[in-house]
């Protein structure tokens, strides 16, 4: 068998079709949107059909499309851009303890120039506490940030009810959708978000770009400055073959959605009951059903994730440690720790993320592998003998 990848909550393969839609862009139509020249008007025109893509795939307006250069900076813009709009009128902002560390350490940053940010708990399966959120507000509060969907866990915010608290009591409401992309539906006049982050390599398009959905009114102070591209909100000349390949990525993603995820759901649901049918002490960290249909988060107990991911890879199995950011370091996830894990017991989990093309004889050798590589680790472990 091939080597197979399930980390696609890391990053995925580039879709072919995406690929033949960005090649002309490097070698034909490379012009600058800013020039006069017909070489400028194509790639202008291109541009702005890009963004109307980006926009028909979440019911959304395209003037309220930014593109960016991926979802760390649509954070970073997000947060940093309402903040600094409006730090007259209050400087506390809320978000949660499981946020990406591009949201979390954004707001890390901010505490250091005179903001104060509330982190609020999730429950044990890493859904946020409306309550906690609701006390949390004060008359000085100008953001919530709280993710759509968790990238370790898999785990849904109920972020229609945060919504609506974030309106009666007139604070912006952004959240981090990268992750629920192409895997729940997302439509702008259902939902009340006043900014969204959305990233391309997470879809089967490019890295190094992405968007920050503005809803219509919303104003926000830019965080780099220059030619005043994307009408001022972000500078910096359009990356028009990666926003081409985004646009594809994303028209793909949000089309073929139902199929992809009730597919994805399928073999989710099979994995998590096959390993726990076969390893004993094996657990699913996160939420059951409230949760994206591609994410597995498996915690084993007595051995550590990342001999486990050692192991897989050296079956042709791609998985990771709670997520590829921390994955270097041996430090114990944020995540897992705030959804009631000690770090010796978190240690043992391991996260299986799957695409639309992973398939059930893949899910079969994994769970295969899985249940010898477990096996063999739990013999070499002092713990586990006791
Ligand atoms: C991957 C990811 C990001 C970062 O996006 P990049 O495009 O890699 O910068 C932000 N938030 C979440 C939830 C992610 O999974």
Known sequence: ????????????????????AMLPYFRHYYGNPSSLHSFGAKAAQDLEDSRLKVAKGINARPEEIIFTSGGTESDNLAIKGIAYKNSRQGKHIITSKIEHPAVLNTCRFLEKKGFEVTYVPVDNSGIVNIEDLKDSIRTDTILISIMHANNEIG???????????????????????????????????????????????????????????????????????????????????????????????????????????????????????????????????????????????????????ESIVLMLDMKGIAASTGSACSSKNLKASHVLESIGLQPEVSHGSIRFSLGKDNTLEEVDYVVDSLETIIKKLREMSPIAKM
């Open 1 to 20: 068998m091939d080597t197979i990848y399930m980390d696609h909550a890391a990053t995925t393969d580039v879709d072919p079709d995406v690929i033949d």
């Open 155 to 305: 785990t849904l915010q109920p972020i229609d009810e945060i919504s609506k608290i974030a309106k009666t009591n007139e604070v912006y409401f952004h959240t981090d959708a990268v992750q629920t992309v192409g895997k729940i539906p997302i439509d702008m006049e259902k939902i009340d978000v006043d900014l969204m982050s959305l990233s391309s390599h997470k879809i089967h398009g490019p890295k190094g770009v992405g968007a920050l959905y503005i809803k219509k009114g919303v104003s926000i102070e830019p965080i780099l400055h220059g030619g005043e591209h994307e009408r001022g909100i972000r500078s910096g000349t359009e990356n028009i073959a990666g926003i081409i390949g985004f646009a594809k990525a994303f028209e793909l993603a949000t089309s073929n959605l139902e199929n992809n995820s009730k597919k994805m759901l399928k073999l989710r649901n099979h994995l998590i009951e096959s390993v726990k049918k076969r390893i004993p002490e094996s657990y699913l960290n996160g939420h059951q059903t409230k949760c994206l249909p591609n994410i597995a988060n498996l915690r084993f107990s007595f051995i550590e994730g």
